[in-house]
């Protein structure tokens, strides 16, 4: 039931929203409401929202497999990659010039204070590599922040037939399979030992980005080859307990069980059909998942226009206000952000999407029902079940 997959996304961009409200000081802001999210039940949820990134990296391997596997698992045709590419810009590219350029405008009409995050990088930022390049070089925390994932994720997709093309050359056994997973979670727990890193910087950022898009891309064999985990509630429960066990011992495990946790929800809800998959499946969260990449790009334009014609206000939430009202704040300050990602999507991320869908293809962009890939909406018959 791959629209479990698509409201489980809106779950995952409302997580790390939260978790970049918790900071007090943000890229060089102080932005006031960092202080909002503060209780005390909160703290390990909220210190773990960073993980959602690997719940949209993950899920982009595993979708993109399921969606364009077979167009490349032979050989790749020229024109077929430069459709897929197409495709691929046509749905993340709009949103995040859109968002760009209202940064440029907001700092002209002193909406936004003009700092450090504003001062170049803009020629990467338009090209969306700002990701992948040395941290000692650049530091492509500028302007929209949250787009470095999006850089690196467009760098996963330009090497996705490729990718798909080598993992068909392999006749995967259980044995393989698992010892393939287990290689990858060894070097994500090897590379990001040692507990917080700038993992979103520079070659961090990329390898951090392959190792959950190829994870992603095996979970995908597994459940081509039939492979069968029900996810349940009671799973669900037991996934936290453990997660929350793992990280009161040492903070870096859990990490890696995060990570873990994440790849076994994604394949176990890509199969089931019981009250967690359906749920997720329900037309409201269906609908809300599909702003969840809009929602994930607004974020930080949002803040910052806040912080800076709100400022007084902000300063006083941060500094003298209770945990409950602080809480409530941030609850609106994600409400508007949820609101700002219908009419983008809407007026912005879907005709653009559509309009390249159409001249790529040359079919009505609505003809099938489809799935989401990763952040982004991606229409294809056949995601209606694996093949044995």
Known sequence: MINALTGLRFFAAVWIVLFHMSFVNFLDYNMGWGLMVNWASLAYFLQWGSHAVEVFIVLSGFLMSLAHRQQFIEKIEPAQYFRFIALRWARIYPVHLFLLLYLVA?????????????????????????????????????????????????????????????????????????????????????????????????????????????????????????????????????????????????????????????????????????????????????YLGSLSYAIYLLQYPVMLTISRTAKPTCQWLATQASPSLRMLAALAVLVLIVLLAIPLYHFVEKPMRDAVRRLVIKQPANKEPGSRVGWVEERNPTTTGPKH
């Open 106 to 286: 907001a700092i002209a009409l002193g909406w936004i204070e003009r700092r450090s995050p504003f001062n170049d990088g803009i020629g990467w930022q338009l090209t969306l590599t700002q990701g992948w390049l040395p941290a000692s070089y650049y530091n492509e925390l500028t302007w929209n922040m949250p787009a470095w994932a999006v850089s690196t994720q467009w760098a996963a997709y330009l090497l996705f037939p490729f990718l798909a093309w080598l993992i068909a050359r392999v006749r995967w056994t259980a044995p393989r399979l698992s010892g393939a997973v287990a290689l990858l979670v060894a070097i994500y727990y090897v590379r990001f030992e040692g507990g917080p890193v700038l993992w979103h910087l520079g070659e961090m950022a990329l390898t951090r980005t392959f190792i959950c898009f190829m994870l992603g891309m095996l979970m995908h064999e597994a459940y081509r080859l039939g492979w069968a985990v029900q996810l349940k509630w009671e799973h669900a429960c037991l996934f936290l307990c453990f997660m929350a066990a793992a990280y009161c011992v040492e903070p870096q495990p859990a990490k890696v069980m995060i990570l873990v946790t994440t790849a076994l929800i994604i394949f176990g809800l890509a199969r089931s059909t019981g009250g967690i998959a359906r749920v997720l499946s329900s037309r409201v969260f269906v």
